[in-house]
């Protein structure tokens, strides 16, 4: 069997920021379990509600707290439920330490590939595409020293099958066609969201998403 060959390499790294780049999918968990437990006035079991949040990571945060509050039977609005995980996120994200142990060598290697690739073509850019808000981004990036990594940042704005609007906006900002482009990401959700334009997507899961399947039609 021939391998297949792409007509146009891809020059555009478009890149997820939490769970791909920093594993922080375990503090966003934490907070959204301190979040639970406040509404609920009780604890619950870590290794439970971890199983739950997995299902979700990738998602648009009002649907998790949709989804959270639908199995918790909660009684507060999915805003204020957000809300209160915000609060506990930034919190732990806060910790400069916390965030800077959670790199992912392999992929911070593998966008320093990338960009020298671009020094010798001169041609290409990297780009964070994140649906985490500024200050995340910020929190992240002055932790991590990766700023320099990219040469854009498209933040805030959902990522999904159904509405792929970040990677959109990436590709409006760069004026880049789907097929120049090479996104990394470690979730279902946003693997749909780069496909759903067409962008090759590599999948690089993490111990919350590794678990996740594709649904496939008929």
């Given at each position: 069997m021939k391998p297949e060959y792409l007509t146009i390499a891809p020059v555009y790294l478009?890149?997820?920021?939490?769970?791909?780049?920093?594993?922080?999918e375990g503090l966003k968990d934490e907070?959204?379990?301190?979040?639970?437990?406040?509404?609920?006035?009780?604890?619950?079991d870590p290794e439970e509600q971890t199983?739950?949040?997995?299902?979700?990571?990738?998602?648009?945060?009002?649907?998790?707290?949709?989804?959270?509050?639908?199995?918790?039977?909660?009684?507060?609005?999915?805003?204020?439920?957000?809300?209160?995980?915000?609060?506990?996120?930034?919190?732990l994200y806060s910790d400069v330490e916390a965030l800077r142990t959670r790199m992912v060598s392999p992929v911070v290697a593998l966008v320093e590939r990338f960009r020298e690739g671009i020094l010798v073509t001169g041609k290409g850019r990297t780009i964070l595409v994140t649906t985490a808000g500024d200050d995340q981004v910020h929190a992240v990036l002055d932790a991590t020293k990766l700023g320099h990594l990219f040469d854009l940042v498209v933040s805030g704005r959902e990522k999904s099958r159904d509405n792929p609007a970040c990677y959109r906006a990436a590709l409006e900002a760069c004026g880049a066609l789907p097929e120049e482009c090479l996104a990394l990401e470690d979730s279902v959700a946003?693997?749909?969201?780069?496909?759903?334009?067409?962008?090759?997507?590599?999948?690089?899961?993490?111990?919350?998403?590794?678990?996740q399947r594709l649904e496939t039609g008929p």
């Open positions: 478009l890149c997820d920021m939490d769970g791909t780049l920093v594993d922080t907070a959204l379990r301190r979040a639970i437990a406040d509404a609920m006035g009780t604890d619950l199983r739950l949040y997995s299902q979700y990571v990738g998602m648009p945060g009002i649907d998790i707290a949709r989804a959270m509050i639908r199995h918790h039977r909660l009684t507060v609005s999915e805003e204020v439920l957000w809300g209160l995980r915000e609060k506990h996120r930034r919190a946003g693997y749909e969201a780069a496909r759903s334009l067409a962008i090759p997507c590599l999948l690089l899961p993490n111990s919350y998403t590794r678990h």
